[in-house]
């Protein structure tokens, strides 16, 4: 990632402070990539675990980036750029967000949860962007490395600040709260969601609901319908939203004769034309950050009629009479559970399909959730279930009562399979964790 800078002034006494160093020359923009440095960048070299961003610094000095941002032990010479040699870069990395962050007195809403945050923090935006000039955090750098690079894009014209926060081990919303010093905040859901770093599910509640207590003088948005949510607040004011009749944006579902979803939120009906159940959720968290922020109903109906959820969301296409649903983004149990409640959901003629990849991060709880996978696959009156994967094997093995019900650990073969198997009318599900690459197959299936 890199961003530019426009208020050249602002940032040279942040970083000063910060470093103890003064910048030579005017720092254009910011980046940890070496690939992406231009000419005047302030490259920042990082120690991670695969890969080290000070093994780069001939290549950056090459394409003349002003400064440096190096670790002390890895003293570097014969560069024409300036160095600032710090004890962890990363670390003074967050310190630089930090002091900028202060310099904005205007609303940071911070978004975290096992599932949806991503997705919830793109309809947020869309619903807000008409009324107010939105930053936002951009794609999922949401990480202790992504989020203050997406500080750092904050500037004067911005209205409000919408943050994702991602967490991979105990503390890191309690340090990205640190950075960011969140005005509002939502928590979506606590789920087993990427047990792999956490070690169980309590450390995961611990974890996410240290955005509620950092918010003891702000406002939290929580999700009466998750109890875990629900229990993790206990400081600062708060506004409720669910499937509750007791909270202060309560909310029901009912659906249209097509199988959309309709929404009655505060007595108000939101029309969805979806038929995901994961989405209308995410419309009841929305709302009511929405409607506090000053967002009439009005508005906000139309905007939720003019969304379109972003390539591997449950996406729906048609390829040759054959409906696709592209929900290749990510996966665990819960949103794996809701995306095949979105597949039954579907009207009409034709077969239900699911074709579904492993769900990675889960550590020991592997085995156990993706077996769950299969019992839902079994109850839900599905006419196929194809998996890829060495823990989807567990699906495989745990579904009953569906005929059709193949395993692959080969893509070239699952391909080959589904281009056999796939008729007209027939309504597939594609569904899995990121690193298996799941839209790879519907480009094999489906691609020219």
Not at 248 to 275: V, W
Request: some cysteine; hydrophobic content about 35%.
């Amino acid at each position: 990632m890199r961003i530019n800078f426009q208020d050249y002034n602002s940032i040279h006494p942040i970083i000063k402070t910060v470093t103890g160093h003064d910048l030579v020359g005017q720092i254009k923009g910011i980046t940890t990539d070496s690939r992406k440095v231009i000419e005047g960048d302030l490259y920042i070299a990082l120690e991670g675990a695969i890969n080290d961003g000070h093994n780069y610094l001939k290549e950056v000095d090459e394409l003349n980036a002003t400064a440096v941002l190096i670790n002390q032990h890895k003293r570097s010479s014969n560069l024409k750029a300036q160095k600032i040699e710090v004890k962890d870069t990363k670390k003074t990395l967050g310190y630089i967000s930090k002091e900028w962050r202060k310099k904005f007195d205007i609303p940071v809403i911070g978004i975290t949860g096992s599932n949806g945050k991503t997705s919830t923090k793109d309809l947020l935006y869309h619903v807000l962007k008409k009324k107010y000039n939105i930053h936002l955090t951009r794609g999922n750098y949401n990480t202790s490395i992504g989020l203050p690079l997406t500080l750092l894009e904050i500037n004067k014209s911005h209205e409000i600040s919408i943050v994702e926060m991602g967490a991979n081990q105990t503390g890191d919303i309690e340090y990205l709260c640190e950075l960011s010093k969140p005005t509002h905040g939502l928590i979506t859901n606590v789920s087993s969601a990427h047990l792999e770093g956490f070690g169980n599910i309590d450390n995961i509640i611990k974890t996410k609901s240290a955005l509620f207590e950092a918010l003891k003088n702000g406002v939290s948005f929580v999700n009466y319908a998750d109890n875990k949510v629900k229990k993790a607040h206990n400081i600062g004011q708060k506004i409720t939203y669910g499937l509750n009749e007791i909270c202060d944006f309560p909310a029901n579902i009912h659906h249209d004769k097509d199988g959309s979803i309709i929404l009655t939120i505060s007595s108000q009906e939101i029309h969805t034309r979806s038929q995901n159940l994961s989405f209308a959720k995410n419309i009841i968290a929305v709302a009511s950050v929405a409607i506090t922020l000053g967002i009439k109903w009005s508005h906000f109906q139309d905007r939720i009629l003019s969304y379109k959820p972003p390539k591997g969301r449950c996406e729906v296409s048609k390829y040759d009479k054959i409906t696709v649903i592209d929900d290749t983004y990510n996966s665990n149990l819960e949103s794996c559970s809701a995306a095949i409640d979105y597949l039954k959901a579907f009207s009409g003629n034709g077969r239900r399909i699911v074709v579904l990849g492993d769900m990675l991060e889960l550590g020991d709880a592997s085995e156990e959730q993706h077996r769950n996978i299969g019992y839902k696959c079994s109850s839900s009156n599905l006419d196929a279930v194809f998996t890829f994967g060495e823990n989807a094997f567990f699906i495989k093995e745990s579904v009953k009562g569906i005929k059709k019900n193949h395993h692959f650990e080969i893509r070239k073969d699952l391909i080959n399979s589904l281009k056999l198997e796939l008729k007209e009318n027939d309504k597939v599900l594609f569904k899995g964790s990121r690193g298996m690459k799941m839209e790879e197959i519907i480009e094999g299936v489906f691609g020219e």
